[in-house]
């Protein structure tokens, strides 16, 4: 029975050297192609003629390809990259699929509007496909909302904002928050408590763990604006009981203006810079914030990753 | 040094769906089959013999025991190259035509090219299939299939040759054919090893017999030997139709048959009924003693052993 | 040894090409690259789109269709109809036939490739009326396309070793769809988490990982290929076969023939 025994025993051997053979190959073919397949997407010109196309399993095409979306930007966020061209299309034709996958509208809305490295950086974009989203699914609130926060947080169109939560109050089980946000919307627009409501909100109606995640660093980063904000008219309060600027945060917990060194979310304590500021130790650390950075502070640029686009 | 050499070859199959009821194929087989000779492996339908065969030529593996072929392990492939073997009604690639079917099979044997092409003419001409350029298999008779079968398992001139029911499906005259082939083969210093269950073929052709039974080996001899016992009866033809009462109170059985009579009593009276005859002044034409026939031998070794308790 | 695989090799291709549905498929195939020519004409811009898209596609899709129909009764016909046994009493080891059979159905389908691909050339003749440089690609993407069914043929041929015709053609076929859609596999087993993710990236990596085979449209759109790209291609597709044909080997080397 040798001659047997050494063929099972060789070709044993050889599969298993051939499977792990196989595995270390895909792995550089991923490296090797990354995005290759994506690409294909700016060749569909019409979702439509990729829904005939689908044979009628145009659901099971559209969770692929909003897993694809997800992976396409997750993969770039990671690497904080320059160019997102592919979301667009990418949602546009998971929609076009399937016109009622409401997590899809809602990355849009989080991720198209916003610049790189943290979105797409075409608002524009996020609008037609949230309109599109509302336009298939004129009941649903949640949409009503997106297209409001997206008006609100990147282009700054209070009215258009309001207008829009007004809109989405009128939907029936509207959440009520949103009458609330059109009324408001005219008059603070621009106070923290309004973006912070607002991205609080964001947070606790999608399930999506990215958008759940940028909404978290948004509320952290208001979260050290407003820190940076009053601890800064602390030191002015100290200065103009003491006539000098204090040395370290710790005197003012030895003036008992505080209970204790004041920490950022990170963490980190914060610290006393000159002519009064208060700053953060590691600003790129936490994305978002508008106070706090010293003087002359450049977020890190976004990657020319080689694999366009 | 025998050309075969069952050493304690042994098929069980787990049958059941949860592989419990074991069902013994074969039980552990031993048996020798000398240089030259012709052994009849015979048995009823489902004793066993085409499963020793596929043990043998490697299509199924024992559960224990081994063999041995010309001295070399059963599974040794070069080994394989000195057998041939013919299987029980064979079926061939259908889309060939003969000469490519033996083209191929020669190939595989390793027959050297350059010898290739003549040896299937010849043996095509043995077999008695000089015509068949051309047509493909699937157009063949069972008989001519046959032809193709043997003529496959002799190609490559194999020392030791194992067919399954060579005679299956044939004509009289293909069966005629066929144990001419086998005699031949015997007289080339082939060593054959043949199954059936068809016993006159087996006691014209084989040396030796082999009878087994649900598996079990019941009984191997000499044809010679197993019938040359005399069964103690003799046989009495002579001319007319008269039954002389004497040859009745000796308790001969009488067949007439056209205007001669058979008689078949025991050997013992033989004499009292010459003379009976001879005083009826009746023409006697031949006196027989009756020989066991394999059939008595085969039959009692069946029986034996299920009287005996049986196999399982 | 190697000539009796040959002649095995040479055996099953013989096999492939008397048997008659294998021309049907093949003249159906080619009837769709010249539908491909008028699909074309319904939008000008596009002809040479339609031809080299639809013309590759069909090349694929039939090759692999005719890789399971031949593969799938590769072994286990001749288990069925016992032509096996005069083959194993003589000095051919089951390795050796099971390589055999995998070169005979493999050369098959490349012949099959190169007639088909000559018609799909053919007809982009017909409609740009020149061969321009970037057609070129369209070779490597035939040759990508034949790797696939070294792939497709690999897995025939294990299946049939040890499973019937009709189970044969749905895992096959099964197998096909699903490495088609491999990146989006590995990306679902990248993101999930605990035993669905264990279970998800085994899955995803025996699976045959047919998406970088399919440069189709890339190529359509005169987009060249990278030659890396190329050499891990082969690389893939010979150790993946490999992996197959071993597992054939195992099986039959210890299967009781009926």
């Known amino acids: 029975m040798s001659g047997s025994r050494r063929v099972t025993v060789t070709a044993g051997l050889l599969l298993l050297l051939s499977m792990a053979g196989s595995i270390a190959v895909v792995r550089r073919l991923d490296q090797v192609r990354s995005g290759a397949t994506l690409e294909e997407v700016l060749y569909i010109s019409s979702p439509k003629l990729l829904k005939r196309m689908s044979l009628g399993y145009e659901g099971l095409l559209a969770d692929i390809y909003w897993t694809r979306a997800v992976q396409y930007f997750g993969n770039r966020l990671i690497v904080r990259a320059s160019h997102y061209n592919l979301l667009a299309p990418l949602l546009e034709i998971t929609t076009g699929l399937d016109p009622h996958l409401l997590v899809a509208y809602q990355f849009g809305a989080n991720f198209l509007a916003p610049s790189p490295p943290n979105g797409a950086g075409v608002p524009d974009k996020a609008i037609q496909l949230v309109e599109f989203g509302i336009q298939n699914n004129p009941d649903d609130w949640h949409l009503y909302y997106e297209l409001g926060f997206v008006y609100y947080l990147e282009l700054k169109d209070y009215a258009k904002a309001a207008d829009a939560f007004d809109r989405g109050s009128k939907v029936p089980h509207a959440h009520p928050f949103l009458k609330i946000l059109a009324a408001e919307m005219a008059q603070h627009a621009g106070d923290i408590q309004m973006a912070r409501a607002l991205w609080t909100t964001t947070y606790q109606t999608t399930q999506d763990k990215q958008i759940r995640a940028n909404a978290v660093a948004h509320l952290r980063a208001l979260q050290v604006d407003q820190d940076v904000t009053i601890l800064e008219q602390m030191v002015g309060l100290y200065r103009e009981q003491t006539g000098h600027w204090p040395s370290a945060m710790a005197d003012l917990v030895t003036a008992g203006m505080l209970r204790a060194l004041p920490r950022d979310p990170t963490g980190r304590p914060y610290r006393l810079a000159v002519e009064g500021r208060v700053e953060v130790e590691a600003p790129d650390d936490i994305p978002f914030i508008e106070k706090g950075t010293p003087p002359g502070y450049q977020p890190p640029p976004p990657k020319h990753l080689e694999s366009q686009p | 040094m025998p050309a075969i050499d069952i050493l304690g070859l042994e098929k069980t199959y787990s049958v059941g769906f949860w592989r419990k009821r074991p069902r013994r194929a074969l039980c552990p087989l031993h048996l020798a089959v000398e240089d030259g000779e012709i052994l009849g ?272 | 040894m190697s000539a009796r695989i040959v002649a095995i090799a040479a055996n099953t291709f013989r096999e492939a090409v008397r048997d008659r549905v294998l021309y049907n498929l093949i003249a159906f195939a080619l009837l769709l690259s010249g539908a491909a020519i008028l699909v074309g004409q319904i939008s000008i811009d596009i002809e040479r789109l339609v031809v080299v898209n639809l013309g590759l596609t069909t090349v694929s899709l ?197």
């Not at chain 2, 043995?126 to 001519?144: A, C, I, N, T, Y």
């Not at chain 3, 061969?131 to 792939?151: E, M, N, R, S, T």
Request: charged share 20%.
């Open chain 3, 62 to 258: 039939f090759g692999v269709v005719i890789a399971i129909f031949i593969g799938i009764g590769l072994v286990s016909k001749e288990i069925e109809k016992r032509t096996l046994y005069t083959v194993l009493s003589r000095p051919v080891r089951r390795w050796e036939f099971i390589v055999g059979k995998f070169f005979g159905l493999a050369g098959t389908l490349v012949v099959n490739a190169f007639f088909m691909a000559i018609g799909v050339l053919a007809a982009l003749l017909y409609v740009a009326h020149a061969y321009h440089k970037p057609d070129g690609w369209i070779l490597v993407a035939v040759y990508f396309i034949i790797l696939q069914f070294l792939i497709i043929c690999s897995l025939t041929l294990l299946f049939s070793c040890f499973s019937s015709p009709l189970l044969s053609a749905v895992f096959a076929f099964s197998l096909f769809v699903i490495g088609s859609f491999g990146d989006d596999l590995r990306g679902f087993a990248a993101m999930a988490h605990g035993l669905t993710g264990l279970l998800a990236t085994a899955a995803a990596y025996l699976v045959p990982n047919l998406s970088p085979l399919n440069v189709i449209s890339s190529v359509a759109h005169e987009q060249p290929v990278a030659s890396q790209l190329i050499v891990y291609n082969t690389a893939y597709a010979l150790l993946y076969a490999g992996v197959a044909l071993c597992g054939a080997v195992l099986i039959f080397e210890r299967r009781n023939l009926k």
């Open chain 2, 41 to 312: 492996f015979l048995g009823p339908n489902g004793a066993g013999k085409t499963t020793t065969l596929k043990l043998l030529m490697g299509l199924i593996f024992p559960t224990a025991g081994s063999a041995r072929i010309l001295g070399k392990e059963w599974t040794d492939p070069t080994v394989k190259s000195q057998i041939g073997f013919l299987p029980e009604q064979p079926y061939f690639y259908d889309y060939l035509t003969a000469r490519e079917l033996l083209d191929y099979y020669g190939r595989l044997s390793g027959v050297p090219a350059k010898q290739l092409k003549s040896r299937i003419e010849a043996v095509l001409a043995r077999v008695g299939l000089p015509d068949v350029s051309g047509m493909q298999l699937r157009k063949f008779s069972k008989g001519m299939l046959q032809r193709v079968g043997i003529a496959q398992a002799i190609l490559h001139e194999p020392k030791v040759v194992f067919l399954d029911e060579p005679m299956s499906g044939l004509d009289p005259m293909g069966r005629r054919e066929v144990r001419d082939l086998m005699e031949q083969l015997k007289s080339e210093g082939k060593t054959v090893f043949f199954s059936t269950h068809i016993l006159s073929d087996a006691e014209a052709l084989c040396d030796r017999v082999a009878v087994i039974h649900l598996g079990e080996l019941r009984g191997v001899g000499a044809v010679e030997e197993l019938t040359s016992g005399v069964a103690g009866k003799v046989e009495i033809i002579w001319q007319g139709t008269m039954v002389p009462a004497s040859l009745k109170a000796l308790g001969a059985e009488c067949h007439v048959t056209g205007d001669t009579v058979r008689a078949v009593l025991a050997e013992a009276s033989q004499d009292a009924a010459i003379d009976a005859l001879r005083r009826e002044r009746l023409q006697l034409l031949s006196v027989t003693p009756v020989r066991k026939t394999l059939e008595q031998y085969f039959v009692e070794k069946l029986k034996k052993s299920e009287t005996a308790g049986g196999a399982p």
